[in-house]
């Protein structure tokens, strides 16, 4: 932590001056503060994977089903992290995750045999279509 006095390290997480200069119990408020803060974020993450997968896979029940069982499970799984960088990571890594489910995927429903619906969104990026629908005409030379 750079120059400046006692109360600054502590500013954003709403620590003040007498909170921070103490001995190992303002030590550990601190500690508590940066939990509880990293707690919200992840409570956050959490909840917009879940508002992202309903979304994305509405209607779909057994796609909407899978989708929670694996967010869930992803969660339980590091929930004893207590490792401040790795947990960042998982929070990237979860960012990610809701970013390319909300602009990358694309629901179909089948209508018949051969036809398949896709219900485009308003977040669907539709700048990475792979295909054009008019075949270009080849000049003879």
Do not use: Y
């Amino acid at each position: 932590m750079s120059g400046g006095w006692a109360g600054d390290e502590g500013r954003d997480l709403g620590i003040g001056a007498d909170d921070v200069r103490g001995g190992t119990d303002d030590v550990a408020v601190k500690n508590q503060a940066v939990l509880v803060k990293s707690e919200q974020v992840v409570l956050k993450l959490f909840k917009t994977l879940h508002r992202t997968r309903q979304s994305v896979f509405q209607n779909d029940h057994r796609a909407l089903e899978a989708a929670r069982q694996s967010i869930n499970e992803e969660f339980k799984k590091n929930k004893i992290e207590c490792s401040s960088t790795k947990i960042s990571e998982l929070l990237k890594f979860g960012t990610d995750v809701e970013i390319l489910l909300r602009t990358s995927v694309v629901q179909g429903i089948h209508k018949d045999s051969n036809t398949l619906v896709l219900q485009a969104r308003r977040d669907l990026l539709l700048d990475n279509i792979p295909f054009c629908d008019a075949p270009e005409k080849q000049t003879q030379s």
